[in-house]
């Protein structure tokens, strides 16, 4: 059969960039049979990726998120006459009229909308485009089963609609030298100890809450080292990067802005803990990659979170700036504490690969054709 994967975002550092690098790569190993068109705009380095001869980029000249998705992708699409197309985010065309699946990974959208001057078209074009996606799908993949349980209530979609197939994360992340972790860490020109958070400055990332509850920490003298700030600071959120920069012990804070990918286990690796304070999640995938590079995980009280990271995490009230200074002080200061996280994280950890994934996801791409 013929399988079209929508790689436009292939090489942006986004997580669905990493989703669908991580699907093709596995896919090139597992699968000799079918054949494979990836879709993309621009060259990228599937890292580790064998030569298959069976999978065969695809240049298109539709941009993510444009205007031409909308009105050239499809006709790009039909011409490649393919039995199934893969989009990994929920902007399907419109106008396309073939058999595909979609992965949805959360409803971020719905619930925060968003600040830009144009809100409102963003918005109404959102909702456009995902109710169609998932009401014209064949089947709809999602990470979590909160999210899965969410989309059905959000949108009525029938359970059997939905495949949860989690994402994974890839052995670098378990298996860190200590050298090159300092190297790291000296490059970055970060000194140990500290706590460590990785994502997008967004309102549901919820990082001042993170930054006052660090700033009791301090002001207590309960924790002596840094508070490491990595990812995107959106220029949209202003506010957030004012707030978080306005604690009283600001000058303990590093906001790293992107990290490279080549460096982030290293970085995972040599932090006393990581938090993930975010009031809503699809999956949750930096705190299993923290749990596999083996760091202490202070996560957020939400029903993704304990699906995904289970027993193997601390878990505090994502509105309650208290309990989160509450719960980091006992990671930091309780040795047995750390040590059985440590240990029931990378267990947890080992749940969760890219492999597993592809696999589910190439069954799934045979059902869909009744194939088998």
Not at 7 to 27: D, S
Not at 76 to 103: C, K, M, Q, W
Not at 295 to 321: K, M, T, W
């Amino acid at each position: 059969m013929r399988i079209a994967i929508d790689m436009r975002m292939a090489g942006t550092g986004e997580g669905i960039a990493r989703y669908v690098e991580e699907l093709v790569k596995n896919l090139s190993v597992l699968d000799k049979q079918n054949h494979y068109l990836l879709l993309t705009q621009k060259e990228f380095d599937l890292k580790g990726a064998p030569a298959n001869p069976n999978f065969r980029i695809v240049k298109v000249r539709s941009p993510y998120y444009s205007i031409a998705e909308q009105a050239r992708l499809p006709r790009e699409i039909s011409a490649l006459h393919p039995d199934l197309v893969h989009f990994p985010n929920f902007n399907v065309p419109l106008l396309y009229r073939g058999r595909f699946v979609t992965t949805i990974h959360d409803l971020i959208h719905h619930v925060f909308p968003g600040k830009k001057k144009s809100r409102w078209f963003h918005r109404a074009a959102y909702r456009a485009t995902i109710s169609s996606a998932i009401a014209r799908s064949a089947k709809i993949i999602t990470v979590s089963r909160s999210t899965a349980d969410t989309i059905t209530k959000t949108f009525g979609v029938p359970p059997e609609k939905l495949s949860v197939i989690y994402e994974g994360v890839g052995d670098e992340f378990r298996t860190a030298d200590p050298d090159a972790v300092q190297r790291v860490l000296n490059r970055l020109g970060i000194k140990p100890p500290y706590l460590l958070f990785l994502g997008v400055w967004r309102q549901y990332k919820n990082v001042p809450l993170l930054a006052r509850a660090f700033d009791i920490l301090k002001e207590r003298g309960l924790f002596g080292g840094e508070l490491v700030l990595a990812g995107k600071i959106d220029p949209f959120y202003p506010e957030i990067k004012k707030e978080v920069m306005s604690i009283k012990h600001a000058n303990s804070i590093r906001a790293l802005g992107e990290v490279r990918g080549a460096d982030l286990p290293q970085l995972y690796s040599g932090a006393a803990g990581f938090v993930l304070p975010s009031l809503l999640e699809g999956f949750g995938l930096t705190g299993i990659e923290a749990q596999a590079a083996g760091v202490p995980v202070v996560a957020s009280n939400i029903p993704v979170l304990r699906e995904v990271l289970g027993e193997a995490a601390v878990y505090f009230d994502p509105h309650d700036l208290n309990d989160l200074a509450k719960r980091l002080t006992e990671v930091l200061s309780d040795k047995d504490l750390r040590e059985r996280l440590i240990k029931t994280g990378r267990q947890r950890s080992q749940e969760y690969t890219w492999e597993k994934m592809a696999q589910q996801t190439l069954q799934l791409y045979e059902g869909v054709l009744g194939r088998s």
